[in-house]
């Protein structure tokens, strides 16, 4: 007797830990695929743009979108983004077992004059996310070119106008 009660408290323990790591497995889980009816409303989808100025004169560092149900990562390959009529590469990084970062990204890093972003639905609905036009950088500096390591340094940095102009689209 006292043999099938240690028996029967090592499988209800085991099965007691095997929920819990099933249960620590969905929390980690930070993406969802979106069920069909849900991506083909643009109402369960955000959309966050990064735009990251580059170091050369005509060149971007990054251009991303990244898609949200408002709590989880959205990965579907059936819906796309496109910036000024030409889609995004949709790329999914692994992290740590179950955690997955995607991103909608493109390798055409060249500086314009505005951008236009869409999104296109799996039933080929297309709606406008963002026309995103960046002012003109019109920062003014002094920068001496021979100063004395002895003296304090003033650097001189005047009119700084980094923003950028975004019209939501309806």
């Known amino acids: 007797m006292l043999i099938r009660k240690v028996s029967v408290f090592y499988t209800l323990r085991f099965i007691h830990y095997n929920i819990i790591f099933i249960l620590l497995i969905f929390q ?11 991506a083909n409303n643009i109402s369960n989808i955000q959309v966050e743009i990064l735009i990251e100025d580059g170091t050369n ?19 579907n390959d ?13 790329f999914v990084r692994t992290g740590n077992y ?8 493109t390798d055409e890093l060249e500086r314009r004059e505005s951008y236009y ?3 296109i639905l799996p039933d080929s609905t297309k709606y406008p996310i963002a026309y995103i036009k960046p002012d003109k950088i019109t920062t003014k500096s002094n920068f001496p070119i021979n100063f004395s390591l002895d003296k304090d340094f003033v650097f001189d940095w ?8 975004m019209e939501r689209s309806a």
């Open 28 to 38: 980690s889980c930070n993406t969802t695929t979106l069920s069909e009816k849900e």
């Open 57 to 75: 004169q005509n060149s971007l560092n990054k251009i991303n979108a990244f898609l949200t149900n408002g709590e989880k990562n959205i990965i």
């Open 78 to 90: 059936n819906i796309q983004i496109q910036l000024n009529g030409k889609p995004l590469e949709l």
């Open 98 to 105: 179950y955690d997955k970062y995607p991103v909608y990204r």
């Open 117 to 119: 972003f869409e999104i």
């Open 158 to 165: 005047r009119n700084n106008n980094l923003t950028a102009n």
